[in-house]
């Protein structure tokens, strides 16, 4: 799943190149100053991506739930181009339970794994009908005992759909929480936990938005473009990748970020 943000003026090198450059600050005495600097990473991330949001598209909790379904290991402008189809043909839970599973597969072949997901959608799509009268139900605990539905994505519905704040944590997530010094935690469960406890509530679902599109498109996982980045001053990582500012903005990659 990717979200996406905006090209300049608003983009990050647009944003940095306003921002005082820096070396690495200190790391965080105590924990005030920690959640201090991560809010203020938070401010400064919805400044540099003001469009930032879920790239999936959909208009209901069942269709994001299917598309975020759709989306492990594809792209997400991939899933924009089947899903029309696909929420065409099967316009509820009930639709996808009784489908066979041959038409689901053509529809959704492209996203790749397609046997494998047109069992989670199927699968799922029968729990919805037989314990949720055919609805998504609202609490994460019985989103991720749906087949293909881990809490990443049980995330992802609550917060873009329900209006839930949660911090959804991918692979971008997890190493921003740790260059930006939030946690050291590599399991998924405990970075979101250790994030949420640095950020406000209403602010987990559109901070994850911001902080994986900052991934995608600047702090790549092998050569950060710290010199382009608008929370350089920020972060203690500062360095770890190319800092000249103009071969830096060459390695950030535009937006809308995807894929
Ligand atoms: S690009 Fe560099 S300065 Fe920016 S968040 Fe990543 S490691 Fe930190």
Known sequence: MVL???GPPFGPAAYAARVPRASSPAPARSRLALVRRARAVNRRLAEAYPDARCELDFTTPLELLVATVLSAQCTDVRVNQVTPELFARFPDAAAYAAADPEEVEAIIH????FRAKTRSIQGLARILEERHGGQVPRRLEDLVVLPGVGRKTANVVLGNAFGVPGITVDTHLGRLARRLGWTEETD???????VGDLLERKEWTMASHRLVIHGRRVCHSRRPACGACPVAD???SYGEGETDPVKAAALVRPGPARG
């Open 110 to 113: 492209p996203t790749g794994f």
């Open 4 to 6: 996406s943000g905006d």
């Open 188 to 194: 998924p469960v405990k970075v979101e936990h250790a």
């Open 234 to 236: 920020l972060c203690p």
